[in-house]
């Protein structure tokens, strides 16, 4: 079983879509192994999002992912990198396939309701930072 990071961003929380993306993911044949709902505070958003530091949008990727809740979750199943990313869609929701997370519930290209590890090191390192006691 590979295992990836997601997280419902607070856009999703604020606007009560956390149950049915959890359907989502669930319907999808994921694994919720470890799930907490948290608040960020900035310097755990900027460690997070340390890859983004030298862009112009770090600084509003940092006010948005501390502007309310999120859901961070370890999710399992065999090709859970791949599957989770085709279930939220492209980031841009306006691109993202129809019955997507992104599609259903974003609104633009950072608002987009969700987040999903892009590979395997990358997964490891997120799983790593919110729930280190998942191998």
């Not at 519930?105 to 395997?120: A, K, Y």
Request: net charge negative; with cysteine; charged share 30%.
């Amino acid at each position: 079983m590979e295992k990836t990071f997601a997280i419902i961003k607070p856009d999703a929380v604020k606007a009560k879509n956390v149950g049915k993306i959890i359907t989502m993911i669930e319907d999808n044949d994921f694994d919720i192994i470890n799930m907490e709902k948290m608040q960020l505070k900035p310097e755990e958003a900027k460690v997070f999002y340390a890859v983004h530091k030298d862009k112009p949008f770090f600084q509003e990727v940092i006010d948005f992912m501390c502007s309310g809740p999120i859901v961070v979750m370890a999710l399992g199943k065999e090709n859970a990198i791949a599957d989770w990313r085709k279930l939220m869609g492209a980031t841009n929701p306006a691109d993202a396939d129809e019955g997507t997370i992104r599609k259903l519930f974003g609104t633009d290209i950072m608002v987009n309701s969700t987040h999903g590890s892009d590979s395997p090191e990358n997964a490891k390192i997120e799983l790593d930072l919110f729930f280190p006691e998942t191998e």
